[in-house]
């Protein structure tokens, strides 16, 4: 009967047609969780919980190649939360992505289309009914793709590429990879069909009829307040931003041979008297077994090396002791460590100090009874006592569920505790409530891990946490993992755990969430790090998950410990706080007037209205036919008596696999050396390209884009990094240096002293379909550790019509950054003011100092003008412009050149006319200014300060 009602109510058959009538679990299905049956939009559907995939059985070849029709009947349950598949054929940790159609967290549908390492996307604007049955119908075709919601057509998209043939299964209600759930549905699904053809609109308005019955859906409570700032975009894991300057170390390895050890879990930390230290639960047998114990080390360098393990209660018996939390409280260190019995029974927290003495930990017993295990140091509450938030676990107790919990102190006595189970609102199922807090005053907010669904649970308390409105799922989705939440210094509210819109209950990649000061809802989310990840001394692995966060911070830092359950391995991740910093919102939309940077009378509408300055123009260095034959992005500077000019080489196309950064030096600017490799290739894939200079102390620097050499692919420039080059002069070579902070980051501008005595240099960096405005700080001395801020940009700007290419100069505390102008019909830079060092700043505007589409360049000569060299209209016209001494305000332009430049002379794609992406140095009352000549050779213009352009 079924079958019948298909041919009739459904999209027509044919004879190469796979249908799945989805009325029970069947062969040709393979089910990871549970389903059950209810009434369809035929005859039966299958439901899904929300913890369950549904996977097709010998799929891998199907929905492939140029033409293909998908379609799904599916009615869901919950509209609010995560993004959830409900239809889709990727496997993410093996990067086989095809496409998939998803509930976003709006309750709009959307498909997602795989375009050169890239997602596609069409979305519905019409919003979906809970307990409605709707049909989903995907028709691609080799150019295009067209998305339809109950036969009509919601968008299309043009696709540049046919979709990629992986191995990849098709999975209904969500993905299965990695042996996990992901983007999981919660609600029913019925007759998946998919064609391999593209069927045409009239077949499918024709076949479709509506379907009026409904499921009674059950009441989804959801909490009465957000965690997350509604107006912002939950980013999926590859949209998510680096943050930057972070350092990685080890704290326990896996070493089985060495220490036995099988699992560990819970990294637990504290700073007590100047030294690190760092609890771990630790089994040389099974997770929750009597064999746990409890096990402690200690740093003195601030996490980057540890003592041995210290045993702080290894149990006895049937006692198992396991992970905890630390308190460092009036000299003394204490340690609350969850314990149980047997194979976890009847739960417990175990009180320790450290007899600083002897080394040893001193037992204080059983403080907190009931099913009590401890999640997140104590926090103390402005009633004079301390929070310390958990979970209330049942096993082995006459007890139902395993909420959140809190455990309030009896002031500063902490051998004496109140246990207060937070209740969770009806519906939820089965939860697993491991939890942190954020105090607020009276107001306590308690954070909580759900369950087998990813969504993040959350309470308040508005009486110092005696009582509690019920846990409720809030609208941020969360992994399946103990959360850690805190107020940093800047009075940022923070979240670490993995928190994305794509990535469900896997805990990777390690995310931290943050509030903008003073706020009460996370608005961004950072990436800490992913799994394949070599920029750890620990373990990079596709399988590598960021399991039980903890989190202190100390002296500027955040010290976020973490385990490698899968691999048995501690590790601690040391983030600078600054680089959590939030700016003003991205949604603000740029002024219309256009920010007055140019003052002067002349007017720029024309060029022949700006006078020429006189110049001496010469040639460095020019492309060898058969050789490298692409040149880009010059850097000049004056070291030592000399003056080295560096460029990018490609063998023939801009950026190709074979470019290189070379230099040649000169003592008179007229004579050049032989040329020299600064940044030389790989042997295997990657690259370097145009760079910038540093005179440092002494030394000479240069610090040059690197491309497709780092583990994580992602990003408009694949795998982009900045590497570190020093000029040894007892061997004349370019010595390579690592750089921390720089991933994702080019470098445009010679890095230039702020007013507080740090480091600030300008550039580009890595977004997914562009590059953005971005600047790094270098908080001292040590010029190869960074942290990269981005410039916010108008939210009404698309991808195509932002290049962020960036240069900055510096006017006491403030900081003028500006920015090359993508914008269709823009005709000015973008420009943006910080007024604290360059560590935040205002949404880029366009200005009214005229663009010609090329990198422009900001400087400071010695009598306190500021100096851009830049591009006028086109790349034919070469200005230099000053402004007053002092100031922002530019009021004098020159021009240095305004013809074509010569023709080319061995053709490449991106070679035309242009005197372009120049930089410049002052030396000796000259402007020495360099500069790419039609991508064919590298050119400098000499300026005399002293006669032509006196201020």
């Known amino acids: 009967m079924k079958h019948l009602l298909t041919l009739c109510l459904f999209l027509p058959l044919t004879c190469t047609a796979e249908v799945w009538p989805l009325d029970a679990v069947d062969n040709t299905l393979l089910l990871h969780g549970e389903a059950r049956p209810a009434p369809g939009a035929a005859a039966q559907s299958l439901v899904l919980d929300g913890g369950s995939v549904l996977e097709l059985k010998n799929s891998s070849a199907l929905a492939c190649g140029s033409s293909f029709t998908a379609s799904v009947w599916f009615n869901p349950y919950l509209l609010q939360g995560g993004q959830q598949m409900v239809i889709g054929k990727n496997r993410y940790s093996l990067r086989e992505r095809q496409w998939g159609i998803t509930i976003e967290p709006d309750g709009r549908l959307r498909a997602h289309l795989q375009q050169k390492g890239r997602w596609s996307e069409i979305t519905c604007a019409q919003p979906l009914q809970a307990g409605h049955w709707h049909l989903a119908t995907l028709v691609v075709t080799a150019d295009q793709a067209i998305l339809y919601l109950n036969a009509l057509p919601a968008g299309e998209v043009k696709l540049m590429q046919p979709i990629p043939t992986t191995a990849a299964p098709v999975t209904l209600g969500g993905i299965y990879d990695e042996a996990k759930p992901r983007q999981q549905f919660i609600g029913a699904l019925d007759d998946a069909r998919i064609e391999p053809r593209a069927l045409s609109a009239a077949e499918i308005a024709t076949a479709y009829h509506p379907v009026d019955a409904t499921h009674e859906v059950a009441k989804f409570f959801t909490a009465d307040f957000p965690l997350w700032d509604s107006t912002q975009k939950l980013p999926a894991a590859a949209e998510l931003p680096l943050v930057q300057g972070t350092e990685f170390h080890v704290i326990k390895k896996k070493a089985p041979d060495v220490d036995g050890c099988r699992w560990t879990l819970g990294v637990g930390l504290a700073w007590h008297k100047g030294r690190l230290y760092a609890s771990y639960g630790f089994n040389k047998g099974e997770e929750n077994t009597p064999t746990e114990e409890a096990h402690v080390r200690v740093s003195s360098d601030a996490g980057r090396t540890w003592g041995p393990s210290v045993v702080m209660d290894a149990g006895e018996g049937s006692l198992g002791v396991s992970h905890g939390v630390f308190l460092s409280h009036k000299d003394r260190l204490w340690a609350f460590m969850g314990a149980f019995y047997d194979r976890f029974q009847r739960t417990h927290t175990r009180a320790y100090t450290l007899n600083e003495t002897t080394g040893a930990w001193e037992s204080h017993g059983v403080v907190i009874d009931a099913g009590f295990w401890p999640m997140q140091e104590p926090q103390k509450m402005a009633d004079g006592n301390w929070i310390m938030a958990g979970a209330r676990v049942s096993k082995g107790y006459d007890l139902s569920g395993d909420p959140p919990a809190v455990a309030i102190s009896h002031g500063d006595d902490f051998t004496h505790w109140d246990l207060v189970v937070i209740p969770v609102v009806p519906g939820l199922g089965s939860v697993w409530g491991e939890s942190t807090v954020i105090v607020d005053g009276r107001r306590i907010i308690n954070i909580s891990r759900y369950g087998r669904r990813a969504q993040a649970l959350v309470a308040a308390s508005e009486d110092y946490g005696r009582t509690w409105k019920p846990s409720a799922p809030s609208n941020l989705p969360m992994a399946t993992s103990k959360p850690y939440a805190g107020t940093l210094s800047t009075g940022q509210r923070y979240l670490v755990c993995t928190t994305t819109a794509d990535t469900g209950g896997r805990r990777s990649p390690l995310t931290i969430a943050v509030s903008r000061p003073g706020q009460n809802v996370f608005s961004k989310v950072f990436l800490i790090r992913p799994s394949v990840f070599e920029g750890t001394p620990g373990v990079s692995d596709p399988k590598a998950d960021f399991s039980y966060p903890y989190a202190v911070e100390h002296d500027g830092r955040l010290y976020i410990g973490y385990t490698h359950k899968s691999h048995a391995a501690n590790e601690l991740a040391v983030v600078p706080v600054a680089a959590l910093a939030q700016t003003a919102s991205a949604k603000t939309t740029a002024t219309t007037a256009p920010e007055a940077l140019w003052v002067g009378e002349t007017d720029l509408s024309k060029n022949e209205n700006i006078p020429f300055l006189p110049a001496e123009h010469r040639v460095i260095d020019e492309c060898t036919a058969g050789e490298f034959q692409f040149t880009l992005g010059a850097d000049i500077v004056f070291h030592e008596g000399e003056f080295i000019t560096q460029w990018a080489n490609s063998r023939v196309e801009e950026n190709d696999e ?138 009404s700007l698309e991808p195509g019509q932002i290049w962020g290419e960036t240069t900055v100069s510096v006017e006491g505390s403030r900081v003028l950054a500006i920015v090359r102008n993508g914008k269709k019909g823009g005709t000015g830079f973008w420009c943006s003011i910080s007024t604290d060092h360059g560590e935040t700043w205002p949404v880029l505007r366009e200005s009214n100092l005229p663009h010609g589409g090329g990198r422009p360049m ?63 140095v002052e030396h000796a009352g000259r402007l020495y200014i360099v500069y790419s000549i039609t991508k064919e050779a590298t050119g400098l213009t000499v300026v005399d300060l002293n006669k032509a352009v006196k201020p």
């Open 858 to 920: 900001l400087g400071r000569l010695a009598d306190g003008r500021h100096f851009l060299v830049s591009n006028v209209r086109s790349r034919n016209t070469l200005v230099l412009a000053f402004t007053r001494p002092g100031t922002f305000q530019f009021d004098r332009m020159y021009r240095l050149i305004d013809r074509p430049s010569p023709p080319v002379r061995i053709p490449a794609k991106a070679k035309r006319s242009q005197w372009a992406y120049p930089s410049a």
């Open 658 to 795: 074979f470019s290189i950064a070379r230099a040649r030096r000169s003592h008179d600017a007229i004579t050049w050396s032989e040329r020299e490799v600064i940044a030389p290739g790989f042997e295997g894939p990657g690259f370097h390209s145009h760079g910038v200079f540093h005179s440092h102390e002494g030394a000479l620097w240069s610090f040059n884009a690197q491309i497709r050499q780092q583990p994580q692919l992602g990003g408009f420039f694949s795998g982009l990094c900045t590497d570190a080059f020093l000029w040894k002069t007892d061997t004349k070579t370019w010595e390579p240096h690592t750089t921390t902070g720089l991933e994702g980051f080019w470098p445009l501008c010679k890095p230039v002293r702020l007013g507080n005595g740090k480091w600030i240099m300008a550039g580009a960096r890595n977004g997914d379909k562009t590059v953005l405005a971005a600047v790094a700080i270098c908080d001292g001395e040590d010029i190869t550790r960074w942290r990269v801020s981005t410039l916010p940009h108008p939210a």
